[in-house]
């Protein structure tokens, strides 16, 4: 195990703690099981780890909301088993669902979490106008709650837990379902309280870029520490075995990642830029890989990434996911388009949602749909699947025109909405037969497709669970699987990885990729802008307009260049949104 403290004093100490969950009529769950770890005091400590190794039980543990089963667990020297209202007392604890109250306005909300903290009058004068500051939502203390994008509601809520001065901050997962302009404005937050005023702060992420830029990380894996120390010590796990692939240009890095998986040797691979970037088990760089050809392979700079992937496989021993093989792949026609559409308007009153967008997607294309929380995305999808009504424009989707018969099109496509959809008190069996009934499949023909869903997204060991009990990514291999029942030529996903951690999110496109070489059309939203690689054409969306649009490659090179730094998707998604805003007057964002 890593161990590298140094010398500051620590403010929450864990000494082989112990904590079991057993539910009535399901199996007893080991959230932690003999955890121990150190976070230093005025530093920034991540918790990475896959869905399922304890991060939120830690957490909840350390506020006193949860108590261990066994160990010790003491957090600014108080006992947490002994005096948890003393610690609730000094802290300060923003859960991945924080309860704002969308019926109150911004000031409200945080007037009421004042109250419920005791802030005086005076502490509100010193402490509001910073928050405002910090937060940039002094111009929105006027507006309901429930009208914030999803990023101001993520401030808003660090507000609100902010408004008395923690000793220790507490932060669950706090950028999921965030776009990389919010993200980059929550971190800028985070970073300032932790650079000026020395704050301590634990968080747990999704993302491992964020973990990167912590001074201290936390490795969790099915309840056990693997690794801990600073983000440098767990990136050299992956010294000399991290390797880039230039592609000629008739390669495609989605397709290339995607054989290399194959390879027994390899412990990850992603597109990265037009490449392949791919980890080995040793570092013996392409050696006879068929998956690289002609490729020209070099080695490459690790990152914090490589290191908890090559960390991950070797200590918990998982394999890729295999790719998904379909029954009756869809047939091609050449060059057919799957989607086409043509100043497309969507108004809500006097609020226009969408603006006049127009694109055309390839039948077994990827097409990835990017843009801030409130740019129309979600509205976007609700009309391309026939569930919500464009008050003008043209769509054609698998042949139909969506605007005149839905019904048409409806058979033909599969959604995955953005949170999970599905009926939680249905076993995850249940739920696919009712889905199944719901697409029309009677007989042999339902038996073959549910047993066809079980076996291609692995879900076998959790048949008989509530759907509403799994974790995050067997949740959204479910949503998935359902989707696909009845054999879409066209599959809609909107968000579908956020909040999943990077091994679910890896599975999650290696079957994408599956299906697209199939000849399934797929559109995909994604707040992971390195998701957004896997794409054929991507379309950047903010106010209800489409920005830009092309291949990856012509996207990246609209990001603002920096000396010695290689722009990357998400630099350019945020230089392309802040250009459009600083040339256009702000509007109103859908919620």
Not at 58 to 76: F, K, P, W, Y
Not at 236 to 256: C, T
């Amino acid at each position: 195990m890593i161990n590298t403290n140094g010398s500051a004093p620590s403010v929450l100490v864990a000494r082989d703690v112990h904590k079991r969950f057993a539910p009535p009529k399901l199996p007893a769950v080991q959230a932690l099981d003999g955890v121990s770890f150190e976070a230093p005091r005025g530093m920034l400590t991540a918790l990475v780890g896959p869905d399922g190794a304890g991060k939120t039980t830690l957490i909840r543990l350390a506020t006193g909301l949860l108590r261990a089963d066994s160990g010790e667990l003491t957090v600014l020297g108080i006992d947490a088993a002994a005096d948890p209202q003393q610690i609730q007392d000094r802290i300060s604890y923003m859960p991945q669902r924080f309860g704002l109250y969308e019926d109150l306005t911004v000031a409200e909300n945080i007037d009421l979490y004042a109250d419920l903290h005791g802030v005086t009058p005076e502490a509100r004068a010193e402490r509001y106008p910073r928050l405002m500051e910090m937060t940039a939502l002094g111009p929105f203390k006027g507006r309901l709650a429930g009208k914030l994008s999803g990023g101001m509601k993520q401030k808003l809520g660090l507000a609100c837990t902010l408004v008395r001065s923690p000793e220790l901050l507490l932060l669950d997962e706090p950028t999921v379902g965030v776009d990389p302009l919010s993200r980059r404005e929550l971190w800028d937050i985070v970073r300032q309280l932790v650079d000026t005023q020395g704050l301590t702060v634990l968080l747990s992420t999704a993302y491992l870029d964020e973990a990167e830029r912590c001074g201290h990380v936390i490795v969790l894996h099915q309840g056990k520490v693997l690794a801990q120390g600073r983000p440098s010590d767990i990136t050299s796990i992956a010294n000399g075995k991290v390797f880039v692939a230039e592609l000629p240009e008739e390669q495609s890095p989605r397709g290339v990642q995607s054989r290399l998986l194959d390879e027994a040797d390899v412990i990850d691979a992603v597109p990265d830029g037009g490449r392949v970037r791919f980890v080995r088990g040793v570092g013996n760089g392409a050696g006879d890989s068929k998956a690289l050809n002609s490729a020209k392979v070099s080695p490459a700079v690790p990152r914090f990434e490589d290191g908890f992937m090559s960390l991950l496989r070797r200590v918990a021993n998982q394999e890729h996911a295999a790719a998904i093989a379909l029954d009756r792949p869809p047939v091609a026609h050449g060059d057919e388009v799957a989607v086409h559409v043509r100043n497309l308007v969507r108004k809500f009153g006097a609020f226009t949602a969408v603006d006049h967008i127009s694109f055309d997607v390839q039948r077994g294309a990827i097409f990835g749909l990017l843009g801030p929380n409130g740019a129309g995305k979600t509205t976007t999808f609700r009309m391309l699947c026939g569930l919500l009504s464009a008050t003008d424009g043209e769509l054609r989707v698998a042949g139909a025109d969506v605007r005149h018969s839905r019904a048409a099109a409806r058979g033909r496509l599969g959604y995955v909405a953005q949170k999970f959809s599905l009926y939680g008190a249905l076993t995850v069996f249940e739920n696919l037969e009712f889905f199944a009934s719901a697409y029309g499949l009677r007989g042999a023909r339902k038996s073959a497709r549910i047993t066809w869903a079980m076996e291609q997204f692995e879900l076998g060991t959790h048949a008989q669970e509530p759907s509403g009990q799994l974790p995050g990514g067997f949740k959204q291999r479910l949503a998935m699987a359902a989707a696909l029942l009845h054999e879409p030529e066209i599959l809609f996903l909107d968000e579908p990885t956020s909040g999943a951690d990077p091994l679910a999110r890896r599975a999650f496109w290696r079957r994408i990729t599956a299906l697209a070489e199939q000849g399934v059309t797929i559109i995909v939203t994604t707040h992971f802008m390195q998701e957004a690689e896997y794409c054929d054409q991507i379309a950047i969306m903010d106010a209800g307009r489409v920005l830009a649009a092309g291949r990856p490659s012509e996207i990246r090179h609209l990001a603002d260049l920096h000396k010695g730094h290689e722009p990357t998707m998400e630099d350019a998604f945020i230089a392309v949104v802040e250009r459009s805003r600083r040339a256009t007057p702000a509007r109103e964002v859908a919620a």
